[in-house]
């Protein structure tokens, strides 16, 4: 629950202010994040646990010794004002899609010293890290502990605030992550003063191999998962956050395991939720937990060449279960489809894109299509899909990602 506990250390005061004006803040990350199948063994990435990535890291990096030698590798000050050199490959290099990335050219050491989401912090600190992080935006923050989590989550005001009118962001890590690496997967806590929301990073479960996760379905899960419940968790952490401040509208926002749970929240319902983003992530072939759901407006984000989540899902038979049962995870635009009818739309995706947009620096150009459900849906939802033509599992995010995901959310208060 809430301990009220404000970070030590000067912060801003909290005023008003919508979630609008953008700053201009860089993104550039390159990072990972797979999966967490209900069962290891029925894991459709043929592998995700395997899968690696770069983040940005201190710029001595290249010199600390090796993180499997130290508990708690050496964190820096100023790590967040370290740049990486822009990359502009065609389509997502081998190295990112196997895993290793050691040898990616044009990247230095600093750039591919850490590799997937389980990067800086040991258990034990992957708040205080995250706090560090999100501190530099001058917000203010907060620790929110919860009982069936030995991770706290962490919340950052922005320095206006405006009660029951300033929107909160959930953003929700991948399989193996946790807060503090996806935090500077996806900066977002960089423009809660400029665009006025305040942000929550909760942190998933951990597996019996020490893996990060969220359990997006109702039933339990095995291959050393705790299989908790992750609504029950979602729902408790951000009324949580209500006891420090009344919040406006609430959006989710996950990277491909933390898409499935997004999706799944919807499913389930959550107090003022308005819209979810999901980034190469989408939910499972059997639809009949959603029964009932609640429609809210939908951005799904995924690339075409994406090879841990296909783009068109994959309904092949579960080999192992040798049960014929389909597997579990559907398409892109199978989600944009049954979200715009409980949306109320009444048409299909538009064959031609409404707009194209320059989101991954892997793909030269504005590799992005841009599709939407119109006419407009009933009572001013808005379902959307943005085809990342070539883009893979892992998006080299250009600078103005967070621009155009933050004008999404704009659009549905």
């Known amino acids: 629950m809430a301990d009220g506990r404000t970070i030590p250390g000067p912060r801003a005061k909290s005023g008003s202010g919508p979630l609008g004006s953008l700053g201009a803040a860089a993104l550039c990350i390159v990072l990972v994040a797979v999966l967490a199948a209900c069962t290891q063994e029925n894991d459709p990435s043929g592998g995700e646990a395997q899968a690696q990535s770069l983040v940005q890291s201190p710029a001595n990096q290249q010199d600390a010794p090796d993180s499997s030698a130290q508990k708690t590798p050496p964190i820096s000050a100023d790590r967040a004002s370290i740049e990486v050199p822009p990359v502009q490959r065609e389509k997502q290099p081998p190295e990112l899609e196997t895993g290793d990335g050691a040898d990616l050219p044009g990247k230095s050491a600093k750039d591919r010293s850490i590799k997937d989401e389980r990067a ?107 299989g908790g419940d992750d609504v029950a968790f979602l729902r408790q952490v951000v009324a949580s956050a209500r006891e420090i401040r009344e919040f406006g509208p609430v959006y989710l926002f996950g990277y491909s395991n933390g898409g499935f749970i997004a999706y799944h929240m919807a499913c389930k319902g959550l107090p003022g939720l308005r819209a979810i983003v999901s980034v190469a992530g989408t939910s499972y072939v ?128």
């Open 120 to 226: 800086f912090p040991a258990k034990g600190d992957v708040a205080e890290t995250t706090a560090m992080i999100v501190e530099q935006s001058g917000g203010e923050v907060h620790y929110l502990e919860h009982p069936q989590r030995e991770i706290a989550s962490v919340l950052v005001l922005p320095q206006r605030f405006s009660d029951g009118e300033t929107p909160l962001i959930v953003s929700l890590h991948g399989f193996g992550g946790n807060s503090a690496d996806h935090a500077e997967y996806v900066p977002l806590h960089e423009r809660v003063n400029d665009a006025g929301f305040a942000l929550l990073l909760p942190n998933g479960q951990t597996d019996g191999e020490g893996n990060q996760f969220w359990n997006p379905t109702d039933e339990c899960c095995g291959g050393g998962k705790s």
């Open 286 to 413: 059997d639809d009949e937990a959603c029964d009932g759901a609640p429609a809210v407006s939908v951005l799904h984000i995924h690339g075409t060449d994406d090879e841990v989540i296909r783009f068109a899902g994959d309904r092949s038979e579960r080999e192992q279960s040798g049960d014929g049962a389909p597997a579990f995870y559907a398409g892109a635009r199978e989600m944009i489809e049954r979200w715009g009818q409980r949306a109320g739309c009444a048409r299909p995706l538009d064959a031609q894109p409404a707009a194209a947009l320059d989101l991954d620096r892997f793909v030269p150009g504005a590799e992005t299509q841009v599709f939407r459900l119109e006419p407009a849906c009933a009572q001013g939802f808005d379902i959307e899909l943005w085809v990342a033509e070539g883009s893979g599992h892992v998006f080299a995010y250009s600078d103005s990602f967070l621009d155009d995901l933050i004008k999404w959310l704009d659009s549905q208060e």
